[in-house]
Nanobody, 124 residues
Framework: VQLAESGGGLAQAGGSLRLSCAAS????????MAWFRQAPGADREFVAG????????DYADNVKGRFTITRDNAKNTVDLQMNSLEREDTAVYYCAATWPYYSGSHYSHEYHEWGHGTQVTVHS
């Protein structure tokens, strides 16, 4: 599966952005999908994940209650709605896919497909 993110940009603290990841390939439905982010000088960190059937979602503690991950298997997309943005959310955001065996994983090395990333910048 090939992944392409969109929807990044500049937002004010307290505002919202919606990221979208479009997947190509006939096997999208079977993958666990996730969003990661990487700020300058920092490691890539898990943000949110969703199972193939949307029954299970998982969030990093620092975005829980503010971000929502969803997917549409008919459209081959996975979105990240980001509300109440904070300056600390500034990062490049990546869409990632992995096999169901790794469902719930927060480790970037267990994801085998990645998009190129989209920049999110939050200013006060």
């Amino acid at each position: 599966v090939q992944l392409a993110e969109s929807g990044g940009g500049l937002a004010q603290a307290g505002g919202s952005l919606r990221l979208s990841c479009a997947a190509s390939g006939r096997t999208f439905r079977g993958f666990v999908m996730a969003w990661f982010r990487q700020a300058p000088g920092a490691d890539r960190e898990f943000v949110a994940g969703i199972s193939w059937n949307q029954n299970n979602t998982d969030y990093a503690d620092n975005v829980k209650g503010r971000f929502t991950i969803t997917r549409d298997n008919a459209k081959n997309t996975v979105d990240l709605q980001m509300n109440s943005l904070e300056r600390e959310d500034t990062a490049v955001y990546y869409c990632a896919a992995t096999w169901p065996y790794y469902s719930g994983s927060h480790y970037s090395h267990e994801y085998h497909e990645w998009g190129h990333g989209t920049q999110v910048t939050v200013h006060s």
